[in-house]
């Protein structure tokens, strides 16, 4: 099925994962938000369950293995053309992720990728709602 005007909503996930006061954070390589820092994840498979998709999106993209902690939301991104047609339709279950190990590596989709001091969000292009969700979480944690 196409990513763009799709026929059904897609499922897919994404990782807040702070370690140390730092969350990481990768540069989307593909739309929506191609070239904005935002977390790591992805489309969800045939056959994988969302917590192993979204360990499966952040190994790919950064290189780091990761064990989710809880469901932290789930959004719905819709976006329409000129016309009014849905271009894109994801449901997106956002996960808090805990580190467990390795280096930060770009790969995959994620032309660059990095650790960011939770009080330097502020400096990054960023996709707003996801600025918006690290500082909850991060609150939510008692990290901020």
């Known amino acids: 099925m196409s990513r763009e005007y799709p026929t059904q909503p897609i499922a897919a996930v994404a990782a807040?994962?702070?370690?140390?006061?730092?969350?990481?954070?990768?540069?989307?390589?593909?739309?929506?938000?191609?070239?904005?820092?935002?977390?790591?994840?992805?489309?969800?498979?045939?056959?994988?369950?969302?917590?192993?998709?979204?360990?499966?999106?952040?190994?790919?993209?950064?290189?780091?293995?990761?064990?989710?902690?809880?469901?932290?939301?789930i959004l719905d991104s819709i976006g329409r053309d000129k016309?009014?047609?849905?271009r894109v339709?994801?449901?997106?279950?956002?996960?808090?992720c805990e580190f467990i190990s390795g280096e930060v590596k770009a790969a995959s989709d994620a032309p660059d990728a990095k650790w960011v001091l939770l009080t330097d969000l502020n400096t990054l292009d960023m996709i707003e709602i996801t600025r918006t969700l690290v500082n909850k979480v991060a609150r939510e944690e008692g990290l901020l």
């Not at 929506?32 to 190994?59: D, S």
């Not at 339709?89 to 808090?96: K, Q």
């Open 89 to 96: 339709h994801y449901i997106l279950l956002e996960y808090l």
């Open 16 to 73: 807040t994962i702070i370690h140390d006061g730092k969350v990481l954070l990768v540069v989307r390589g593909k739309p929506p938000n191609m070239g904005k820092w935002g977390i790591p994840g992805g489309v969800v498979e045939l056959g994988e369950t969302t917590e192993q998709a979204v360990c499966r999106e952040v190994l790919e993209e950064t290189n780091i293995v990761v064990k989710p902690k809880r469901l932290i939301t």
């Open 83 to 86: 016309e009014g047609h849905v």
